[in-house]
């Protein structure tokens, strides 16, 4: 399928997974999970979409937490793993982004999980999220990389795949494309000294003083917006 990806992912489709059984990934997923958690907590209804749901690693998981999941991505070979995991309570739909083939005024929340980083047009895809979105309530978030972390400058400076083609972006480019739907909450989260070697009783406590003090510079973004 011809698409505006910056990477194609269905060349990492095969060894994607293999990501969250490294330290890094587990440590990363076990942060983004914290993260979300408390999004999804204020979240009365059921119905997610999930866009750029790659090998369906957070459809499994939303899943799981009862939500009924619509996902979507480009990468036919991404999507072929999201099957093969056979996720009850989630059918998936091989669609670009920027032209999501869903009706409006569908969803309860949406979610995009280090992938707006990944699209070409990231404010046409925001758009079409919020087309798909019940109005009044439902709920945008957007999970990145954060442009602004040490550790992502390194992997852009190293050119290291995936990240080499990604668009990062920063708190403020994030606050920016959300902040025609609503006023979003934004935070960064993820600010282990040594994410390759993580301490997951002491690492928490470093993402909690940095919240408070609200920091900037956590690998990872959370942005949230209640239309
Ligand atoms: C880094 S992966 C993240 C996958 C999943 N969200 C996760 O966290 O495991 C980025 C995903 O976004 C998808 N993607 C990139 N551009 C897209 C677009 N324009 N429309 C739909 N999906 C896209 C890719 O195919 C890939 O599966």
């Not at 979105?133 to 309530?137: A, D, E, M, Q």
């Given at each position: 399928m011809k698409g505006q990806s910056r990477f194609d992912f269905n060349q990492a489709a095969a060894v994607y997974d293999e990501w969250f059984t490294t330290s890094m990934g587990r440590y990363y997923d076990l942060v983004e999970k914290r993260a979300i958690n408390r999004v999804l907590k204020n979240i009365s209804g059921k119905k997610l979409l999930e866009i750029g749901c790659g090998t369906g690693h957070w459809s499994k998981y939303f899943s799981a937490h009862g939500f009924s999941v619509v996902g979507v991505d480009i990468s036919f070979e991404m999507l072929k793993r999201t099957l093969r995991k056979r996720i009850p309570k989630a059918e998936f739909v091989q669609c670009d982004a920027c032209h999501l083939s869903l009706r409006d005024n569908m969803f309860d929340i949406a979610v995009l999980i280090t992938t707006i980083e990944f699209i070409e047009m990231p404010h046409i895809a925001i758009k079409e999220a919020v087309r798909c979105?019940?109005?009044?309530?439902g709920c945008l978030m957007v999970c990145t990389l954060n442009a602004e972390s040490k550790l992502n400058k390194r992997r852009l400076a190293k050119n290291e795949v995936p990240y080499h083609k990604a668009s990062m972006l920063s708190t403020k480019n994030l606050k920016y494309l959300l902040t025609p739907y609503g006023k979003p909450t934004i935070y960064t989260c993820a600010f282990s000294f040594n994410p390759t070697r993580p301490i997951p009783v002491i690492d928490p406590i470093f993402d909690s003083v940095a919240k408070t003090f609200k920091l900037q510079s956590g690998d990872i973004i959370i942005g949230e917006v209640k239309l």
């Open positions: 979105l019940k109005k009044p309530g």
